[in-house]
Each structure stands twice: as structure tokens, then as C-alpha cells.
């Protein structure tokens, strides 16, 4: 991808920028302050992370990067410098892909091991595609790697979560886990009563695609993400219909 040095400092080009405007909604939404400093958290996730290929995609395109990129740094935005650190490689496959380790086909997964965060292009587009079904291949990934980014003690990153907030998280989840397990209706897809990692990977997809219906569901637990991630979706996304 091509990057313009101003100053010592990389800026996004008028492509990239554009990529952002028509394609990314929350960065659209945003005040143009709030958009000066995605832009710059935007390059700084860019230049320090490989985005590779996999699966027979040769050549990894600038929407990708950008796309993949802004994920990060919309879950991440509550947090000036959080870039997490420890997941240095995206690999991107072209579509669902065969794992020789959990012999199963995967739409995206996270290795703390070897710093990675995999994903399916195909299957991230779709995420994107309906943006308030709480359906997010990136979101869910990226959720993964935060929590894990959390525990890691050896970077530059690491309890960044406030811990009593993130207690009350922990009580309110187990909850919802409950009811999921239950066959309750829930605001939240299945997966999230697997364990504590989904729910928290389909929380804050429920948190960024649907805060309005979340919200009036759970105030409480809503809340909570609030004041976990730091920021809240509701002001950025106006009134549901």
C-alpha cells in the first residue's frame, strides 16, 4: 500500500481516505476531530502489521488493509494508543478455509501463539454487508485478540481493562451465558453461550452493530461495555428504525 512520510509522521492517501468514507460507516459518522485520529491510529495499525495472503490470494488490495485495519481501530478507539501489539500478522484467505490442526473449516481465528489474527475475506465482507444484524466476522476476531491482549504481561500492553469494571463484565456475562444456554431470547446469537471468550467476542458485536436494541435489552450490561471499551456505538449510530 502506498503511504505518504510527512514530517517523520505516515499519512493515509486520498484513496485509502475515500476506501474509509464510502465503505466504513463508523468512521463516516464521525466528527471531523474523531476522524483526524482514526486516520492517524488508522496508519500506525498499517505500518506495524503484515496483512498476508493465504489460500491462493496473491495479492492482498489496499480495500483489505483498510477495511481489516479500521476494524481494529474502531474496537480499539476508546484507547489513544492501544494498537495491540502482540498480533503482528493478519493472514487473509479468500474465502472459509481447511484447519490441519482443529481439522475443521474456519471463517477466522485468532493464534496468541505465533501473534496472528486469520480471516476470511468472503466471510468478512459479509460481516460488513448487514451492519445491524450483529453478524461481524472482524469485530468478533478483533474482540478475541483484545481480551487475549489483555492478559499478555511481556509487551507494552497489557490490564488495560479496568478491573473493576471488567469484573462486573465477567458477573453480568455469566448471566447472559445462562440465559443462552437456556434457550432464553436474548439480544445475542448462540455462540455467545459457549464460554466467557464468545460471549465477549459476540457482545461487542452486538455492541457495535446493534447498541440501541442492546441497550434497551440489558441497560446494565451495556453500560458496562461502555465503560470497558470507553465508548459508546450509540453516538455514533443515530436511532434505530
Known amino acids: 500500500m502506498e503511504l505518504r512520510i510527512l514530517f517523520g509522521r505516515v499519512r493515509l492517501t486520498k484513496l485509502e481516505i475515500q476506501i474509509l468514507e464510502q465503505q466504513f460507516?463508523?468512521?463516516?459518522r464521525l466528527s471531523e476531530k474523531h476522524k483526524k485520529e482514526f486516520r492517524e491510529k488508522l496508519a500506525v495499525i498499517l505500518t506495524t502489521k503484515s496483512f498476508i495472503g493465504r489460500g491462493g490470494l496473491r495479492i492482498v488490495s489496499p480495500e483489505m488493509k483498510i477495511l481489516i485495519g479500521a476494524t481494529m481501530v474502531m474496537v480499539t478507539f476508546g484507547?489513544?494508543?492501544?494498537?495491540?501489539?502482540?498480533?503482528?500478522?493478519?493472514?487473509?484467505?479468500?474465502?472459509?478455509?481447511?484447519?490441519t490442526i482443529s481439522r475443521q473449516y474456519h471463517r477466522g481465528e485468532v493464534n496468541p501463539r505465533y501473534g496472528i489474527i486469520v480471516m476470511s475475506w468472503n466471510c468478512f465482507l459479509n460481516g460488513m454487508e448487514n451492519q445491524k444484524d450483529g453478524v461481524n466476522l472482524g469485530i468478533h476476531e478483533v474482540a478475541h485478540a483484545l481480551k487475549l491482549e489483555n492478559q499478555i504481561y511481556y509487551n507494552d500492553e497489557c490490564e488495560f481493562f479496568n478491573p473493576e469494571v471488567y469484573r462486573s463484565f465477567q458477573v453480568l456475562a455469566s448471566e447472559e451465558i445462562q440465559k443462552i444456554k437456556a434457550g432464553d431470547q436474548t439480544v445475542f446469537r448462540s455462540n455467545g453461550g459457549i464460554d466467557h471468550d464468545e460471549f465477549f467476542a459476540v457482545?461487542?458485536?452486538?455492541?457495535?452493530?446493534?447498541?440501541?436494541?442492546?441497550?434497551?435489552?440489558?441497560?446494565?450490561l451495556y453500560g458496562t461495555l461502555v465503560r470497558l471499551m470507553r465508548q459508546d456505538p450509540r453516538v455514533w449510530i443515530g436511532t434505530r428504525s
Not at 460507516?25 to 463516516?28: D, G, K, N
Not at 436494541?213 to 440489558?218: I, K, L, R, S
Request: net charge negative; proline share 12%; glycine share 2%.
Open 25 to 28: 460507516p463508523y468512521y463516516a
Open 79 to 99: 484507547w489513544k494508543d492501544l494498537r495491540l501489539p502482540h498480533f503482528s500478522k493478519i493472514l487473509i484467505y479468500p474465502d472459509t478455509y481447511y484447519s
Open 203 to 220: 457482545g461487542l458485536e452486538t455492541f457495535f452493530e446493534k447498541p440501541h436494541e442492546f441497550f434497551e435489552y440489558n441497560p446494565e
